[in-house]
C-alpha cells in the first residue's frame, strides 16, 4: 500500500521522505531498501526512516504527535519550506502539485485534500467526515462520527508549511495533547485558514479487512486499474526478476491478475494471484487473494479467502469465506 503514496510523492517532485514507522517494520525497511526504485538514494535529502522513540513504542497511533516530537529534528533541519503530511491507507494516483498549487491560490495555512463519496457505497463510519463552505474553507471536521453529516472524507493527506507544523507540534505537546487531527486541526479551524482540496480522482479508502478485499477486488475491473496505475503517474514498486507464469494444459483462467514465476494447473476465477504461487491439477480459486510463496495443493478448493504469505492449503481442503468477511489466513500456516 506504501508504493501508491511513495510514487505519488515521487511523481509530484518531492524528493524528500520520511516515513514514521511504529512496530514491526523489518519487513517495510526490506521492500523500501535505499529508495532506489523511487529514486530516493541521493547524497542530498533521500528516503529516511523515522522510527519510534523507546518512551512511545506502545499505544502511539498514525496522527500521534509524538511521532512528530520524537523526529522534530528532522523536520527542522530539512531544506524545504512546505510539508506534506499523509498516512497510506488512502489508495490513489494524484499530483500533488495541484493541491499544492490550490494551498498557494488560497493563502491557506493548512490544505486537506478530500473526496466527496456521495455516488458510492463507501463505509465512512471509520474516516475523517469534513464540510467546507462555498470558498473551500472547512467548516466542520468530525473524526469517526456517529451520525454521517456528509459524505466529503479527508483523505488524511495535508499541506502546510513547515514552520507551522513545528509550531504545531510545540503547542499541543506543551499542553499535554497528541492528536494532530483532534488538536492541531479541529480546534484550530476559526484561527487558522484550513481549506479542503477536492480529489477527482479513484479513491479507495483501505481501514479494515472487508475494505481491502473489496478494493482488491476492483482492480478487477480495467476502468479502475487502469485509472489507480496510469492516471497521473506510474506506480513504482520494488522491482523482483522471476520467470514467467507457467499454465498447464488443463488450467483455466478468467477475470484474473496474475503475477509472475506462477505455476497455474488448476482453476483461477475473479482473483489476484502473487508472486511464485502454485496451483494444483483439480484446484479452484475464485474471489480471493493468493499472496506470495503460497501452496494450494491438488483438488483444493478456495473461495472469498484471503492468504497471506507462504500459506499451503493441502489436498482435497475446501475453504470458504463469505463475501463480505473473507477468510484470513496468516502467514506460513498449513492447512
Known amino acids: 500500500m506504501i508504493d501508491f503514496v511513495l510514487s505519488n510523492m515521487v511523481n509530484s517532485g518531492i524528493t524528500n521522505v520520511g516515513i514514521i514507522v511504529q512496530h514491526k517494520y523489518r519487513s517495510l525497511m526490506d521492500h523500501l531498501g535505499s529508495g532506489k526504485e523511487w529514486d530516493l538514494d541521493r547524497k542530498r535529502d533521500g528516503l529516511f526512516f523515522l522510527p519510534p522513540g523507546q518512551r512511545y513504542q506502545q499505544g502511539i497511533y498514525r496522527w500521534d504527535l509524538r511521532h512528530f516530537y520524537t523526529h522534530l529534528d528532522y523536520i527542522q533541519y530539512s531544506r524545504q519550506k512546505y510539508v506534506l503530511v499523509s498516512g497510506s491507507n488512502m489508495i490513489c494516483n494524484i499530483d500533488y502539485r495541484d493541491a499544492f498549487k490550490f494551498h498557494q491560490a488560497m493563502n491557506a495555512d493548512i490544505t486537506i485534500l478530500y473526496k466527496d463519496m456521495e455516488n458510492t457505497d463507501e463505509n465512512l463510519s ?51 495533547e497528541c492528536d494532530l487531527v483532534r488538536d492541531g486541526f479541529i480546534k484550530n479551524l476559526n484561527r487558522l485558514r484550513i481549506y479542503g482540496f477536492p480529489h477527482q480522482g479513484y479513491l479507495a479508502p483501505i481501514d479494515s479487512i472487508q475494505s481491502y478485499h473489496k478494493h482488491s477486488m476492483d482492480l478487477l475491473r480495467p476502468e479502475v486499474w487502469q485509472k489507480l496505475f496510469f492516471d497521473k503517474g506510474l506506480i513504482i514498486t520494488k522491482v523482483k526478476d522471476g520467470a514467467p507464469t507457467k499454465y498447464s494444459d488443463g488450467s483455466r483462467v478468467h477475470n484474473a491478475l496474475i503475477a509472475n514465476d506462477c505455476i497455474i ?71
Open 126 to 176: 471509520q474516516c475523517q467526515i469534513i464540510e467546507t463552505a462555498e470558498d473551500g474553507r472547512i467548516i466542520d471536521l468530525e473524526i469517526k462520527p456517529d451520525k454521517i453529516k456528509s459524505s466529503k472524507i479527508s483523505m488524511e493527506m495535508c499541506i502546510m508549511e513547515k514552520s507551522l507544523l513545528v509550531e504545531l507540534i510545540h503547542r499541543c505537546h506543551f499542553r499535554g
Open 265 to 335: 494447473e488448476g482453476i483461477v476465477e475473479n482473483s489476484i494471484i502473487f508472486r511464485g504461487v502454485e496451483i494444483g491439477r483439480g484446484a479452484r480459486i475464485k474471489d480471493s487473494i493468493i499472496m506470495q510463496k503460497c501452496k494450494i495443493e491438488e483438488g483444493a478448493w478456495v473461495e472469498n479467502v484471503i492468504a497471506d504469505k507462504g500459506v499451503t492449503v493441502t489436498k482435497g481442503k475446501h475453504l470458504k469465506g463469505e463475501e463480505h468477511y473473507p477468510l484470513v489466513i496468516t502467514k506460513k500456516t498449513v492447512i
